[in-house]
């Protein structure tokens, strides 16, 4: 079906700019331990904090992470009730603690609408649906600062909490070589050509078939016409389970909407010493 590629990669593009709409660009996050984000909120997202903060959180939220955060991003009461004060934080090896009162909410990537995640194998992404897993970390990624803060959650008993607060330099982040290459790549579009595979792999919807996808191949050559805006600067980023993930020569890069099911998945492979993008999907 190599024949349908550009069509098809004219309704992936489609849809990722669609999904930018809901995504909002201009949201970079705070870098303060604990304080209110900057208003770059959009209406969806105002929307349903409001509604989160009107309705009590289910039982159920508790088994999976991405509920109970979903709740915890989104309640100012969820938050007050599942942080452990006074709670732990090492901001740059300093060793300090914040009270119950000096605690500020907190909003995550709740004011951009969408966040990523990063494994180091394909097979860490069954983790997100995992019951089991009891140790979360959520981390804002400030590249371009060289900044990074890492929330600590942990489940006792049944409960997520949010047991402590680390900031540090981005250099000491277990993948902080990649983070690197990725910024360079979402924001240089001639380093985007330099460094793709040849060919990249495409995996979107199949135009005549919507419950059904396809898959193609695209030329470097053919990149600018299709390539698709990629978030930068600050990124939200979510490691379930034991950290750090295994080093290896393979990322996958899963870049998710909050309230829209938009999804994007890149693949990049390390050759040469090099990080190359060799699929990329929806």
């Not at 990722?16 to 209406?43: E, I, R, W, Y």
């Not at 995640?117 to 394909?122: A, K, M, N, T």
């Amino acid at each position: 079906m190599k024949k349908n590629i550009f069509i098809a990669m004219g309704v992936l593009v489609s849809s990722l700019f669609f999904a930018t709409g809901c995504f909002d660009k201009s949201a970079t996050g705070s870098d303060t331990l604990s304080a209110d984000t900057a208003v770059t909120d959009t209406l969806p997202t105002d929307s349903i904090s409001q509604m989160v903060e009107e309705t009590p959180m289910p039982v159920a939220a508790d088994e999976l992470f991405d509920d109970f955060f979903f709740n915890f991003a989104a309640s100012r009461k969820v938050q007050k009730e599942r942080v452990r004060f006074p709670l732990p934080v090492d901001n740059f090896g300093k060793q300090t603690t914040i009270a119950e009162n000096q605690w500020r909410r907190e909003r995550f990537f709740m004011s951009q609408g969408y966040y990523t995640l990063v494994f180091s194998e394909y097979k860490q992404t069954r983790l997100v649906k995992d019951t089991t897993v009891s140790d979360v970390t959520v981390e804002r990624i400030a590249i371009t600062k060289n900044v990074v803060t890492r929330w600590h959650f942990s489940r006792s008993r049944g409960l997520w909490y949010l047991d402590s607060m680390k900031r540090m330099p981005i250099k000491q982040h277990h993948d902080a070589t990649f983070l690197k290459f990725y910024q360079h790549f979402a924001t240089d579009s001639a380093f985007q050509q330099q460094a793709l595979c040849d060919p990249v792999t495409f995996t979107g919807p199949d135009p005549d078939d919507d419950f059904s996808t396809m898959t193609g191949e695209l030329m470097p050559e053919q990149w600018p016409m299709f390539a698709p805006w990629l978030p930068s600067g600050t990124i939200f980023n979510i490691v379930y389970g034991a950290e750090p993930y295994p080093a290896t020569n393979f990322r996958v890069m899963l870049l998710r909407g909050i309230a829209n099911g938009m999804q994007m998945e890149m693949q990049f492979v390390k050759q040469g010493g090099q990080w190359r993008l060799k699929k990329i999907s929806t």
